[in-house]
Structures are given as structure tokens and as C-alpha cells.
């Protein structure tokens, strides 16, 4: 935690070989002065994949629909997590990167994200974790990678 110091809240997290840098920005005022909310605050969060994270070295677009589909994921999580009443008519910014996935990105990102809130100082409802679950020849597997 707290691994960026320009940053509001920051966290370096490592679960398996895959290892995840969450940064938070806020609350400040919404960029877009159209989209506050008079009563809550807004979470908005961005999503991406370095292109040396995987073995795999293709170019990720910007409105890569994967990648997109997790912000969402994350920002609803989060949206349910933290008391956005405490902050009416701001904007709390969470920027995800992978450094290195080797899978159960979303969760490491999901624990990432929590811990950079927590070193921002948001006040959050409960800590928001997750981890990765499988069935492999009918055993459970936790923490897949």
C-alpha cells in the first residue's frame, strides 16, 4: 500500500504470478460537471492489461470489450462498497493496471482496488475481496492460476 505517492491511495498486490497496481484518485470534483450526482459520489473506474503482462504480445484497443466489461464489474462492486453518500457531488477515480497475469485477474484487481481505498481513506460499507474457485475432477480448487 501506498506504493505511489502522487496518488490518493495506491496497492501493489501479488496473488500467484499474476500482480496487479491499483490507483485511486479522490473524491474530487467530476470532470464532467453534467454527470454529478447531488447526493452520491460517482466511481469511475478504468480497466487495462499491459501488453508485457502476458506471454501473448497483441495490442489491447482502448474500448477492448474484455477490458470494459471488468470496469463495470469493478465499478458496480465498488459502487455497493463504498459510502458514496459521504461524498455527494464528487468523483472517486480507480485506475487498475496488470503487470503480469497469470490468470484470476478480476479477483487480484477486486483485492487491489481495497486496499488502494483504504490507504485513500474512503469509507467503505466492508472490505470488497474475491478469489478465483474451481472444479477439477470433482475437487475444489481455490485460488486458481
Known amino acids: 500500500m501506498g ?3 502522487s496518488a490518493d491511495g495506491s496497492a501493489l498486490v501479488e496473488q500467484g504470478n499474476t500482480r496487479v497496481l491499483a490507483v485511486v484518485y479522490g473524491p474530487h470534483e467530476p470532470h464532467l460537471r453534467s454527470k454529478a450526482q447531488h447526493d452520491t459520489a460517482i466511481i469511475n473506474c478504468e480497466f487495462s492489461l499491459a501488453t508485457f503482462s502476458t506471454a501473448e504480445r497483441r495490442k489491447r ?10 470496469e463495470l464489474t469493478i465499478s458496480q462492486t465498488f459502487e455497493a462498497a463504498v459510502m458514496t453518500h459521504l461524498y455527494p457531488r464528487s468523483q472517486i477515480d480507480i485506475y487498475i493496471q496488470v503487470l503480469q497475469s497469470d490468470g484470476g485477474n478480476i479477483a487480484v484487481a477486486v483485492n487491489a482496488a481495497t486496499l488502494a481505498l483504504i490507504d485513500a481513506g474512503i469509507a467503505m460499507k466492508d472490505y470488497a475481496v474475491a ?8 475437487k475444489v480448487i481455490l485460488d486458481i492460476n
Open 3 to 5: 506504493s505511489i505517492e
Open 61 to 70: 484497443a482502448k474500448g477492448d470489450r474484455r477490458a470494459t466489461d471488468t
Open 131 to 138: 478469489c478465483t474457485a474451481g472444479n477439477v475432477n470433482g
